[in-house]
């Protein structure tokens, strides 16, 4: 088997008894497969950590599709790295694995923010940190210890910012507060199994 790679397409020439066979793979359509699995991951896995802390109810469904998306995500990263004849050991998929979360803590925090601001503090401090650390030894680079506490400062910083300074009005992320929007929830609750208000 003789393999000649193009940029946008694999070629791979079977020699043998018989013509050889040449077989075409569309480098292409495994880079937009491998597009959607990571970047799907990384929305699910967002959507899941931020509403668990902004919204008071669906807490399983949210658990749901945040593990979807770690898989979609982890799936994404090893058809990326078979591509590229990357290795894939126990290290290899741990740190993708946290990548993952932590890429997922960095846009579910800036998305709602406004929402939760210490939840998404505390979101947006450790996926600081932690998409640094875990991109940084991804990619076999060596950690330097002074732009790492640098980052970890930064880290700190927008937790103390969020949790001390930024007012903590919690609402769901469509502007209802949120004890407004259980009272409210129970008053119609209550109404539907009372007799004596119908």
Same mark, same amino acid.
């Given at each position: 088997m003789v393999k000649h790679r193009t940029p946008n397409a694999q070629f791979s020439v079977r020699v043998g008894v018989g013509p050889p066979i040449i077989t075409i793979r569309n480098m292409q359509n495994n880079n937009f497969i491998i597009y959607i699995l990571k970047y799907l991951g990384v929305a699910l896995i967002a959507g899941s950590v931020v509403h668990v802390g902004t919204l008071q109810n669906g807490t399983t469904r949210y658990v749901v599709l945040g593990i979807?998306?770690?898989?979609?995500?982890?799936l994404g990263n090893i058809l990326e790295s078979k591509q590229k004849n990357e290795p894939i050991d126990i290290k290899y998929l741990g740190l993708i694995t946290a990548l993952s979360l932590t890429t997922g803590f960095l846009s579910g925090g800036i998305?709602?923010?406004?929402?939760?601001?210490?939840?998404?503090?505390? *979101? %947006?401090?450790?996926?600081?940190?932690?998409?640094?650390?875990? /991109?940084?030894?991804?990619?076999?680079?060596?950690?330097?210890?002074?732009?790492? *506490? %640098?980052?970890?400062?930064?880290?700190?910083?927008?937790?103390? /910012?969020?949790?001390?300074?930024?007012?903590q009005g919690i609402s769901d992320h469509h502007g209802v507060d949120v004890k407004q929007h259980d009272v409210a929830a129970m008053e119609t609750s209550k109404n539907d199994i009372d007799p004596h208000t119908h």
């Open positions: 979807v998306g770690l898989c979609l995500m982890i998305q709602h923010y406004l929402d939760n601001p210490s939840y998404a503090g505390y *979101l %947006l401090g450790v996926g600081t940190i932690g998409t640094y650390i875990t /991109f940084v030894l991804k990619e076999k680079s060596v950690l330097n210890v002074k732009k790492t *506490l %640098l980052v970890l400062l930064v880290s700190v910083l927008i937790v103390m /910012f969020s949790t001390q300074v930024m007012p």
